[in-house]
């Protein structure tokens, strides 16, 4: 399984999407429109929460694993390819984290 990305798992969820078939997770999902795939994400978000402060690792596992799933449901809907995602990290290992944040815009 070590052979197995989170780009082929981007590229499987645009198939079922785009397949429409009624027996796919993704397809019922994304069908139901952003909003709920982003509630999705935020609850997938809370409950790897609980899962770390819990300390169970087979449970941080599983719940991690949803959390990234849903992360590419949304990526893939409001159109944000993942290698944009990687890009932008990868733009920030030629400094710190603390440097990164202080030369962020005010909001
Ligand atoms: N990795 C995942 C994956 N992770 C989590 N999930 C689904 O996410 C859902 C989360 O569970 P919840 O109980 O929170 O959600 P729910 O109760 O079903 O939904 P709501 O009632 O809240 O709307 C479960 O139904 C999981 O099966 C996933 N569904 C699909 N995939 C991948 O996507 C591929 C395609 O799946 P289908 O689209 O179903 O063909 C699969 O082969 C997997 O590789």
């Known amino acids: 399984m070590n052979n197995f990305s989170l780009e082929d798992l981007e590229r499987m969820?645009?198939?079922r999407?785009?397949?429409g078939d009624p027996a796919s997770y993704t397809a019922k999902l994304v069908g139901r429109g952003l909003p709920k795939c982003t509630q999705k994400l935020g609850e997938e978000a809370v409950e790897t929460v609980i899962a770390a402060l819990s300390g169970d690792r087979t449970e941080i596992t599983k719940e991690a694993a949803d959390l990234l799933y849903h992360l590419l449901v949304v990526l893939m809907?409001?159109?944000v390819?993942?290698?944009d995602v990687l890009a932008e990290?990868?733009?920030r290992t030629v400094r710190t984290g603390l440097e990164e944040?202080?030369?962020r815009k005010p909001v």
């Open 81 to 83: 390819p993942l290698a």
């Open 101 to 103: 944040k202080a030369a």
């Open 17 to 19: 999407a785009a397949g």
């Open 89 to 91: 990290l990868e733009s």
């Open 13 to 15: 969820i645009a198939e």
């Open 77 to 79: 809907v409001t159109g």
